[in-house]
């Protein structure tokens, strides 16, 4: 991805747990305030597709380097909403969401080597401003200078009605629920104590919680967020 001069506008962050709504809420209001959005999810879950396609073995993941994740060769390229990533020069999307990333990307995303393979990447991907950036670890970590850090929350209950929703299960009985609030809750614990850039909220970050939020009302607290802070 090449280097950039000027910037265009600020920075947002949006951080928070799995389910909580971050890359939707995030990708309605780049499109609401004319910004890129960038998905910090895709690009693990980019790593761990081009770890799938490569020749190295599963058992071996954990001992990657950072130069081993960085031959994988994931890049981003500018598109007209944001960017779309690249492995090895070949745009992939739909490929990112089969159930084989899935299972995988919460693995490989706890590893120090392939976190710090992309961090140049994401950093590049904000140097002109405009940005709406969402993940774990964008307002502490990967922009810590960002003029508008939001910290989303959910209950449990809600995060996991949700990802099941994404799935097309609308109506998901109380054993299915209850799996994937485990689910949920798991990953929760595993990014919040990880070494290596743990999910929490930083010290200048406004919490919103959307439990009892509809969408578009939590997409307009963060527009008005915006502009109440005189960003545009």
Same mark, same amino acid.
């Given at each position: 991805?090449?280097a950039?001069?000027?910037?265009?506008?600020?920075?947002?962050?949006? +951080?928070? #747990?799995?389910?909580?709504?971050k890359?939707?809420?995030?990708?309605?209001?780049?499109? !609401?305030?004319?910004?890129?959005?960038?998905?910090?999810?895709?690009? %693990?879950?980019?790593? /761990? @597709?081009?770890?799938? *396609?490569?020749?190295? =073995?599963?058992a071996?993941? &954990?001992? $990657?380097?950072?130069?081993?994740?960085?031959?994988?060769?994931? +890049?981003?390229?500018?598109?007209?909403?944001?960017?779309?990533?690249?492995?090895?020069? &070949?745009?992939?999307?739909?490929?990112?969401?089969?159930?084989?990333?899935?299972?995988?990307?919460?693995?490989?995303?706890?590893? #120090?080597?392939? *976190?710090?393979?992309?961090l140049?990447?994401?950093r590049?991907?904000?140097?002109?401003?405009?940005? =709406?950036?969402?993940?774990?670890?964008?307002g502490?970590?990967?922009?810590?200078?960002?003029? $508008?850090?939001? %910290?989303?929350?959910?209950?449990?209950e809600? !995060?996991?009605? !949700?990802? $099941?929703?994404?799935?097309?299960? +609308?109506?998901? +009985?109380?054993?299915? @629920?209850a799996?994937?609030?485990?689910?949920?809750? /798991?990953?929760?614990?595993?990014?919040?104590?990880?070494?290596?850039? #743990?999910?929490?909220?930083?010290?200048?970050?406004?919490? @919103?919680? /959307? /439990?009892?939020?509809?969408? &578009? &009302?939590q997409?307009?607290?963060?527009?008005?967020?915006?502009h *109440? $802070?005189?960003?545009?």
């Open positions: 991805m090449r950039h001069s000027r910037r265009e506008g600020p920075i947002i962050t949006l +951080d928070g #747990p799995a389910g909580s709504g890359s939707s809420t995030a990708k309605a209001v780049a499109k !609401r305030l004319g910004f890129r959005h960038l998905d910090s999810g895709a690009l %693990y879950r980019a790593l /761990t @597709l081009g770890l799938l *396609r490569s020749s190295v =073995v599963e071996d993941w &954990e001992n $990657l380097s950072e130069q081993g994740f960085a031959n994988l060769d994931i +890049d981003l390229e500018t598109s007209e909403n944001g960017f779309q990533v690249l492995i090895r020069g &070949e745009a992939v999307d739909s490929e990112l969401r089969t159930p084989g990333v899935t299972d995988r990307v919460s693995f490989v995303a706890s590893l #120090p080597a392939s *976190r710090q393979s992309i140049g990447l994401q590049r991907a904000g140097e002109d401003g405009g940005l =709406v950036a969402d993940g774990r670890d964008m502490t970590v990967i922009f810590p200078h960002a003029e $508008l850090k939001i %910290y989303l929350i959910a209950d449990l809600e !995060r996991a009605k !949700r990802r $099941l929703r994404e799935v097309g299960e +609308d109506s998901p +009985d109380d054993l299915g @629920l799996q994937q609030a485990r689910a949920l809750d /798991t990953r929760d614990q595993s990014d919040s104590q990880r070494a290596i850039s #743990p999910l929490k909220k930083a010290e200048d970050a406004i919490e @919103l919680d /959307t /439990t009892g939020l509809a969408f &578009e &009302e997409v307009q607290a963060i527009v008005d967020l915006a *109440r $802070l005189t960003l545009l």
